[in-house]
């Protein structure tokens, strides 16, 4: 049977990349960094591995570095006010050439979905929906996940209107980790979506 948490967990270890975190972690050995390699003159040269050496799924011990780590995560990506668009902003943002909002409903218009109908998934003030959908606030980071994962966004179509924000997928965040591993592998089912966020204490998003 599909155990979807243990594919997320080394999913996790792949892509997760604060290692500063990471390396503070018990049990955690840290990896040697310096290495050197020898031309094909003979010359032998130094030089430090790259950073993604210290990534978990090198770790031999993974399993119980990562659940120690699971019990430390606090999600810290708070954002439940919109910013209202100055004028010159909210035209940019309505009619530019890479407009998030142009963007947002050709998605919802390929998928076949109303926006307004779109907004009942979302635990947002109908006002402030409204306005997003109109362009006259901008769309945070949580707001597009939330939006991806009800409305069934395609990874590549996530990180496409995150760009379009001057957002992107930042793989030292826990939460950004976790909604690009459900995106990629378009997993949309409600309860392995509450699994999901609930096994790596995701909050914040706008999800009913």
């Not at 708070?78 to 909210?90: E, P, Q, T």
């Not at 943002?93 to 998030?100: C, E, H, L, R, T």
């Amino acid at each position: 049977m599909y155990d979807f948490l243990t594919d997320l967990d080394n999913y996790f270890c792949e892509k997760y990349a604060h290692y500063d975190k990471i390396c503070a972690l018990p049990g955690y050995r840290m990896p040697k960094m310096q290495t050197s390699r020898t031309d094909e003159w003979g010359r032998t040269f130094a030089y430090t591995l790259p950073a993604e050496t210290m990534r978990l799924a090198l770790q031999e011990n993974k399993a119980e570095i990562l659940k120690e780590l699971k019990k430390r995560i606090v999600d810290k990506t708070f954002s439940f006010s919109f910013v209202a668009l100055g004028l010159f902003k909210r035209i940019k943002y309505k009619y530019g050439k890479f407009s998030p909002k142009k963007e947002l409903m050709r998605l919802f218009e390929g998928y076949k979905i109303n926006p307004l109908e779109a907004g009942e998934e979302l635990a947002i003030d109908k006002e402030i929906w409204e306005g997003l959908c109109k362009g006259k606030f901008k769309l945070t980071k949580n707001t597009i996940f939330s939006i991806a994962l009800t409305s069934h966004f395609t990874f590549e179509e996530t990180k496409k209107l995150l760009s379009l924000c001057d957002y992107g997928f930042d793989y030292t965040v826990v939460k950004d980790v976790v909604i690009a591993y459900l995106l990629q592998n378009k997993i949309y089912n409600r309860p392995m979506i509450d699994s999901a966020l609930a096994e790596y204490k995701v909050e914040n998003l706008f999800i009913k």
